[in-house]
């Protein structure tokens, strides 16, 4: 089945500093990629997502990056500050479907 | 954006009762919702998609019986967790895309509800 693998499932960093986060997903019909960021007990919020005919999107400090051929897409966060920290998940959307897969999870926590 | 109102936001209950969750678009029509259920520290994981007017399809693994959908109208569906047991503890979160206009394909996700059962 479909499938979407998140890494790392931890990640600390330094305030100012950069976090990349990455994912894979099996689906070769998955064709919209988004990035949610959730606080402790609260619901997941859109931050950033791409579509499978770019390669790239910026949108101030946050970038998402796609590799259809690799099938795999990445969140670049530069400048990090407190605020960043939370839990963000990717997730891949088939074509002609709401059905969304996400990934595990990565717990961002950014050190002041 | 859309708006997706969940309800409780949290509850507790005794084992062996019901507990129902309602989800609500307030302003606009979702024909399709999703749930989704949340252990501590892991992803969410989509147990079914409730259909207005039709039944609701489970996931692998999710038992239907238990897990009771309803989608009677194009703003509410609802999660009936039925003879909850202490495994059922957890958050649940519903979410939905707009009927028209989702050409960002955004899901737009309720409060979420915390269940604890004792």
């Known amino acids: 089945g479909e499938n979407v693998e998140q890494h790392p499932s931890t990640l600390s960093v330094q305030e100012g500093d950069s976090a990349v986060i990455k994912c894979t997903y099996s689906?070769?019909?998955?064709?919209?990629f988004p990035w949610y960021k959730q606080e402790l007990g609260k619901r997941p919020q859109l931050i950033i997502d791409?579509?499978?005919?770019?390669g790239e999107k910026k949108d101030q400090r946050i970038a998402v990056t796609l590799n259809k051929t690799a099938k795999h897409f990445s969140l670049h966060i530069t400048e990090t500050q407190p605020e960043d920290s939370a839990v963000y998940f990717c997730?891949?959307?088939?074509?002609?479907?709401?059905?969304?897969?996400f990934g595990t999870g990565t717990r961002l926590k950014v050190l002041a | 954006g859309a708006v997706v109102s969940q309800h409780p936001s949290w509850v507790i209950c005794k084992s062996g009762t019901s507990v129902k969750i309602e989800c609500r678009s307030l302003?606009?029509?979702?024909?399709?919702m999703f749930w989704y259920r949340q252990f501590p520290k892991q992803s969410l994981m989509l147990m079914a998609t409730?259909?207005?007017?039709?039944?609701?399809?489970?996931e692998q693994g999710v038992e239907k019986d238990k897990f009771l959908i309803n989608h009677a109208s194009l703003t509410l569906s609802t999660l009936t967790v039925t003879s909850a047991h202490p495994e059922d503890s957890s958050f649940y979160i519903c979410?939905?895309?707009?009927?028209?206009?989702?050409?960002?394909?955004?899901?737009?996700f309720g409060e979420g509800s915390r269940l604890t059962v004792l």
């Open positions: 302003d606009f029509q979702a024909t399709t």
């Open positions: 979410s939905a895309p707009p009927v028209a206009g989702g050409q960002t394909g955004e899901l737009f």
């Open positions: 791409i579509r499978s005919n770019v």
């Open positions: 997730a891949a959307r088939s074509s002609g479907t709401y059905k969304y897969i």
């Open positions: 689906d070769s019909a998955s064709n919209y």
């Open positions: 409730s259909n207005e007017g039709s039944k609701a399809t489970y």
